[in-house]
């Protein structure tokens, strides 16, 4: 079936530097797209969103491209921090109306070196 | 700041014994979502509430599931009996409305933390 993924796994930056975490999606359809952080025991925290008729969109430190062409997702961290160290995950929404619902990738857990 | 409150936070609890997990969402979230999440893996959807009515409970293992939402504000979700492969973390989120403009973001709670044994 089609599913949203995520390239690496696991990221390792030191301190200070960019941090860029990749997503892939194969449904076509998908018009909405989230970025969550999760850390350890607690549930996931919203981070930055884009719709399908943008290209890119900047946070508060962070900017999430989208590339349908590819069929491609990033998360841009700038200068990060040891607080950014977490799991993160996209997610995408397919279709609409009342009915819609987010498919999770699984998840790239980030850590940031002092 | 408005937060999905959700209870309890951990629970431990032997296999066929009944358990039961409380959320309050955001005030004036009409859409309320209990999710699933396996160690390692992203949350996956096992009902959807729109005001107090299923709009999708597709992944939901209603032989041994059920979830409501009486009056359309908080939820309680229900395993009955549970098996030691029900171990996970379940997590409610809200959001204003499905299907809106503004809707789509979607605010979790801290999640209930479940052992079965």
């Known amino acids: 079936g089609e599913s949203v993924g995520l390239h690496l796994p696991t990221l390792s930056v030191q301190e200070g530097d960019n941090s860029i975490i990749n997503c892939a999606y194969s449904?076509?359809?998908?018009?909405?797209f989230i970025w969550y952080k999760q850390e350890s025991g607690k549930g996931p925290q919203f981070i930055i969103d884009i719709r399908s008729n943008m290209d890119k969109r900047q946070g508060q430190r962070v900017t999430v491209l989208l590339n349908k062409t590819v069929k491609h997702l990033s998360l841009q961290i700038a200068a990060t921090q040891p607080g950014d160290s977490a799991v993160y995950f996209c997610a995408e929404n397919i279709g609409g109306g009342s009915n819609y619902k987010l498919t999770f990738g699984k998840g790239t857990l980030l850590t940031v070196n002092p | 700041e408005a937060e999905v409150a959700q209870s309890p936070r951990y629970k431990i609890t032997e296999k066929s014994q009944a358990v039961a997990f409380w959320c309050d969402p955001i005030?004036?979230?009409?859409?309320l979502y209990w999710y699933r999440q396996i160690l390692g893996q992203g949350p996956e959807l096992l009902v959807q509430f729109q005001d107090e009515s299923v709009v999708d409970d597709s992944q939901l293992p209603k032989d041994r599931f059920s979830a409501e939402r009486l009056k359309g504000v908080d939820s309680t979700l229900k395993i009955q009996p549970a098996e030691l492969g029900d171990s996970a973390m379940y997590l409610c989120a809200s959001s204003l409305r499905a299907g809106t403009s503004v809707s789509y973001e979607q605010y979790f709670g801290p999640g209930t933390r479940l052992t079965v044994t």
């Open positions: 449904n076509s359809a998908s018009d909405y």
């Open positions: 005030s004036g979230h009409a859409t």
